[in-house]
C-alpha cells in the first residue's frame, strides 16, 4: 500500500475516488478505462524519457550523461535519416543528412561508443527505428552480451511499427508484406531471448504530426495494432504472451480535455479489441503507451510560449494515465535542443510530478459529465473508422489503396484553412503577435560529422574479419528467400561487425524497395 498523501490543509487524500462500489470501470481491472494499475502513481511514477540523439556517437553520449545527471529515468533515442533507412553514413544516399534529426550508427562500433559509461542492464532504452530495427537492436543486444548484461532483464522498446511509416512519416525501405516479416521475427525471437522487452511501439504520434485529428490518430493506430496482432497469431504465436510485450506511443496536443478522453477510450478499445482476438489474460489486454507532446504544435514565433504549450500538454498526458513521457524543447521549431531547453522540459516533467498535486490519487477527472461524456464519443467516432478499415481487410489494404493517407491529408487541409481564415487562434501566430526579435540559441550540427563517420567506416573495414562478414551476410540473404527467422543471423553479422548498409542491402537484394 502507497504512503497516505494530503493536501497542504491536512485533508487525506484517498488512493481512488468513486461514485459507487458497484461501478465496473475501477482502475487495474478490464476495461482499463481509469488506468493500467490499481495506485498508479501513487505507487511509481512514469518514466521520465527524454529523446536525444545527434552527431556522432560521442557527442550524443555526452547528452545522455547529461540528462541521466538532471534525473532522467530511461533513454530514448534518436537515429538520422540515412540510419532509419538503411544507409551507412558513406553512402552518397547519405550526403547532407549524417548525424542532422539523430545519431548516425554505423555499426556495432558505435554503439559501444554511444553507450560508453551506461550499463545497459541497469536502465530502459527507446529506440525509435522503424525499417532497421531488427539491426539496431542486434547491435544493442551485441553490446549488452559484451557487457555481460543478463538478456533475459533486459528491457527497453524499438518502435518497430512500420504500418505508420507508409500511412505517415516515410522511412520504410521493403514492401509492406516483407517488412511485416521482419517485425514477426522480432516478436517470435525477443518472446524467447529478450522477454522483458517491448517489441513494437505503435504510433499514432507521427499519424498526428502528419495532420490528422486526435480520433484519427486513435482510430489508425488501433487499426495498425489489430493488424500486427493478426500477423503474430498467423505465425502461431500465443496472444497472451505476445500481446503483453506490444506498447504504443501517442501524441499529445492542445486541447486538454480530448487529449485525456482519446488516451482513456484507447484503453478501453484496445482491452475489447484483444480480447475479442481471443487473449484470456487480463496483462495481454492492457494499453501501456509512451506520449510525447506535439512536436508540430510547437511556433518559431515567440518561442517561449512553447514553455506552456508543453506543459499543457504534459499534464494532460499525465491525467489521461501514461506510463513514460517525453516533452519537447521550447526551441525545436527551430532546431534541434539546445542543453537549456532540454532541461526545462524535463523540469516541467518534474513539477507536475512533485507539486501539482494530480499524482495523490487515480484518474482524479473521472466522473467529470464532460470527460466521461467526450470518452465516449472520442470512442464512438474511432469506432466508425475502425469499421471502415476492417470492412476493407484491414489496416495493410487500407494504406495500400491511400485511405488512411488521404483522411490524414484533408483533416491537415482543414486544420490549415482554420489557422489561415483565424477561426482557430494561435497565439503569437495569427493573434498577439509581434515583430520577431532575432532568437540567437539554436543548435547546429556540424557538417563534417559524415567525414568523421567515413574514416571510422574505412578503418572497420581495415580491422574487421572480412571473410567472416561475407559469410554472414550471405547467410542472411539465404534466410531471407525462405522463412527461417532473421534476428539471429543479423545478431551474428553485427557481431562480426558488419555494417547497417550493408545487412539492409542485403535484404533490399531479396525484397526489393517499396
Known amino acids: 500500500m502507497s504512503e497516505r498523501r494530503y493536501t497542504t490543509s491536512g485533508i487525506e487524500i484517498k488512493n481512488v475516488y468513486s461514485d459507487a462500489p458497484e461501478n465496473k470501470e475501477q482502475p487495474g481491472s478490464f476495461p482499463f478505462t481509469r488506468g493500467i ?19 556522432t556517437a560521442e557527442e550524443s553520449n555526452k547528452r545522455y550523461h547529461y540528462l541521466l545527471a538532471q534525473g532522467t529515468m ?43 559509461g551506461i550499463e545497459l542492464q541497469k536502465i530502459t532504452t527507446s529506440m525509435t527505428i522503424n525499417a532497421t530495427a531488427s539491426i539496431l537492436l542486434a547491435m544493442y543486444i551485441a553490446l549488452a552480451k559484451k557487457q555481460g548484461a543478463d538478456l533475459t532483464q533486459l528491457s527497453g522498446t524499438i518502435q518497430n511499427d512500420i504500418l505508420k511509416e507508409y500511412a505517415a512519416r516515410g522511412t520504410y525501405i521493403y514492401p509492406p508484406k516483407p517488412s511485416m516479416r521482419i517485425i514477426t521475427d522480432i516478436f517470435e525471437y525477443c518472446s524467447k531471448a529478450l522477454p522483458k522487452w517491448n517489441t513494437i511501439s505503435i504510433s499514432g504520434y507521427h499519424i498526428r504530426e502528419a495532420g490528422s485529428t486526435a480520433v484519427q490518430e486513435l482510430a489508425f493506430t488501433l487499426a495498425n495494432g489489430k493488424a500486427y496482432l493478426n500477423a503474430a497469431l498467423q505465425k502461431g504465436l500465443d496472444i497472451n504472451v505476445f500481446a503483453k510485450r506490444l506498447s504504443f506511443f501517442f501524441n499529445c496536443h492542445n486541447n486538454f480535455f480530448e487529449e485525456i478522453a482519446k488516451f482513456r477510450a484507447a484503453r478501453r478499445m484496445w482491452a475489447k479489441i484483444v480480447k475479442d482476438l481471443g487473449a484470456t489474460d487480463e496483462k495481454a489486454m492492457m494499453l501501456r503507451f509512451h506520449t510525447q507532446t506535439g512536436g508540430s504544435t510547437l511556433t518559431a514565433q515567440q518561442p517561449l510560449n512553447n514553455v506552456i504549450r508543453v506543459s499543457n500538454q504534459a499534464l494532460a498526458a499525465v491525467l489521461g494515465g501514461t506510463q513514460s513521457l517525453h ?38 477527472l473521472a466522473g467529470s459529465y464532460f470527460v466521461e461524456t467526450l470518452t465516449n ?31 490524414i491529408a484533408n483533416a491537415s487541409y482543414q486544420y490549415q484553412k482554420e489557422i489561415e481564415s483565424g477561426e482557430r487562434i494561435i497565439v503569437g501566430v495569427n493573434k498577439f503577435t509581434q515583430k520577431e526579435e532575432g532568437f540567437d540559441e539554436v543548435f547546429r550540427v556540424d557538417e563534417t560529422i559524415r567525414s568523421i563517420q567515413t574514416a571510422k567506416l574505412q578503418q572497420l573495414r581495415l580491422e574487421r574479419n572480412n571473410a567472416a562478414v561475407t559469410s554472414a551476410l550471405n547467410a542472411i540473404k539465404n534466410a531471407a528467400k525462405g522463412t527461417e527467422n532473421l534476428m539471429p543471423l543479423i545478431l551474428l553479422a553485427v557481431e562480426e561487425y558488419a555494417t547497417l548498409g550493408e545487412i539492409a542491402n542485403c535484404l533490399r537484394e531479396v525484397f526489393g524497395e517499396y
Do not use: C, H
Request: aromatic share 10%; hydrophobic share 40%.
Open 37 to 55: 494499475q490499481k495506485d498508479m502513481y501513487r505507487g511509481r511514477l512514469w518514466t521520465m524519457r527524454q529523446y536525444a540523439g545527434f552527431s
Open 74 to 116: 530511461g533513454l530514448s533515442v534518436a537515429f538520422d535519416l540515412p540510419t532509419q533507412i538503411g544507409y551507412d553514413s558513406d553512402d552518397e544516399m547519405a550526403e547532407g543528412e549524417v548525424g542532422k534529426v539523430g545519431v548516425a550508427i554505423d555499426s556495432l562500433k558505435d554503439m559501444e561508443i554511444l553507450f560508453e
Open 327 to 364: 516533452t519537447n524543447g521550447y526551441d525545436e521549431a527551430l532546431s534541434l535542443p539546445t542543453e537549456a531547453a532540454a532541461k526545462i522540459a524535463l523540469r516541467t516533467q518534474q513539477v507536475i510530478a512533485f507539486e501539482s498535486g494530480v499524482t495523490d490519487t487515480v484518474d482524479p
Open 377 to 407: 464519443e472520442v470512442e464512438a467516432a474511432a469506432y466508425i473508422y475502425l469499421d471502415k478499415i476492417d470492412a476493407m481487410g484491414g489496416s495493410v489494404n487500407a494504406i495500400e489503396n491511400g485511405y488512411i493517407q488521404q483522411e
